[in-house]
C-alpha cells in the first residue's frame, strides 16, 4: 500500500529532552510538511522541504530541527528549546501543486 | 501573502438536511483550493480541490465545493448531511508559485440524528 506513516503514535518526553519524530512516505512525492496542531485550533506549519537536503522554516520553526536526507524521509527533532511541546503533530507530503497526504499523527506529551 | 478564514468554529445540523460550511480566501495571483476532513485523533484526509476550470467541483462522499473568484469564497457543500459527516474540516490555499499551503482554524461539523 502507499502512504505515509509516522511513529511513534504516542511520545513522552521529560524537560531537556531531545525527542526525534518519524516521517516515512512511499509515495514519490518531493514535498514534505511538519505541521503542528494544538487542541481546538488549526495546523501551524513547522518546517517544509521541496527537495532532497533542503528545507525552510514555517511559520514556528522555533525549538524544531528536521533533516532531508532521502527523499522518502523527513524525521522532526522536537529540542530542548521548544519551551511547551505537548501538541498532535501531523507529517504531510505532496507531489508538486496538489494535495497533501497527511500521516496518522503522533501526540507528545512533556512529563 | 496568503490567508484562509472560516468565519464559523461551528456548524450544526440536522441529519438529511443540506450543509454549508464556508470559506474565503486571500492570495497573489491564481489560487489552488482545498478542502480536508478530520476525525478525532487522526490525520486528515483530502475531499475536494479546485485548480482551473469548472467552478463547481466534486469529491469524496458526497460533497462538493463551488469556487467564486469575485467573492474569492470556496464554500465546501452537501446535499444530504449524514451523522458520519460529523468532524473538523480544513479549508486551504496556496498560490501556485508557492511552496506551502496555508490552512484555516477549521470547522467543528456536527449532524444530529
Known amino acids: 500500500d502507499g502512504g505515509i506513516t509516522q511513529s511513534p503514535k504516542y511520545l513522552f518526553r521529560k524537560e531537556g529532552q531531545n525527542v526525534t519524530l518519524s516521517c516515512e512516505q512511499n509515495?514519490?512525492?518531493?514535498?514534505m510538511y511538519w505541521y503542528r496542531q494544538d487542541p481546538g485550533q488549526g495546523l501551524r506549519l513547522i518546517y517544509y522541504?521541496?527537495?532532497?537536503?533542503?528545507?525552510q522554516k514555517g511559520d514556528i520553526a522555533e525549538g524544531y530541527s528536521v533533516s532531508r536526507e532521502k527523499k522518502e524521509s523527513f524525521p522532526l527533532t522536537v529540542t530542548s528549546a521548544q519551551k511547551n511541546p505537548t501538541a498532535f503533530y501531523l507529517c504531510?507530503?505532496?507531489?508538486?501543486?496538489?494535495?497533501?497526504?497527511f500521516g496518522p499523527g503522533t501526540r507528545l506529551t512533556v512529563l | 501573502a496568503q490567508s484562509v478564514a472560516q468565519p464559523e468554529d461551528q456548524v450544526n445540523v440536522a441529519e438529511g438536511n443540506p450543509l454549508t460550511v464556508k470559506c474565503t480566501y486571500s492570495v497573489s495571483g491564481n489560487p489552488y483550493l482545498f478542502w480536508y476532513v478530520q476525525y478525532p485523533n487522526r490525520g486528515l484526509q483530502f475531499l475536494l480541490k479546485?485548480?482551473?476550470?469548472?467552478?463547481l467541483v466534486k469529491g469524496s462522499y458526497g460533497f462538493e465545493a463551488e469556487f467564486n473568484k469575485s467573492q474569492t469564497s470556496f464554500h465546501l457543500k452537501k446535499p444530504s448531511a449524514l451523522v458520519s459527516d460529523s468532524a473538523l474540516y480544513f479549508c486551504?490555499?496556496?498560490?501556485?508559485?508557492?511552496?506551502?499551503?496555508?490552512f484555516g482554524d477549521g470547522t467543528t461539523l456536527t449532524v444530529k440524528p
Open positions: 486551504a490555499v496556496r498560490n501556485t508559485n508557492a511552496g506551502k499551503s496555508t
Open positions: 479546485y485548480i482551473t476550470g469548472d467552478n
Open positions: 509515495l514519490n512525492h518531493d514535498a
Open positions: 522541504s521541496q527537495i532532497v537536503n533542503d528545507f
Open positions: 504531510a507530503s505532496s507531489s508538486y501543486g496538489n494535495e497533501q497526504f
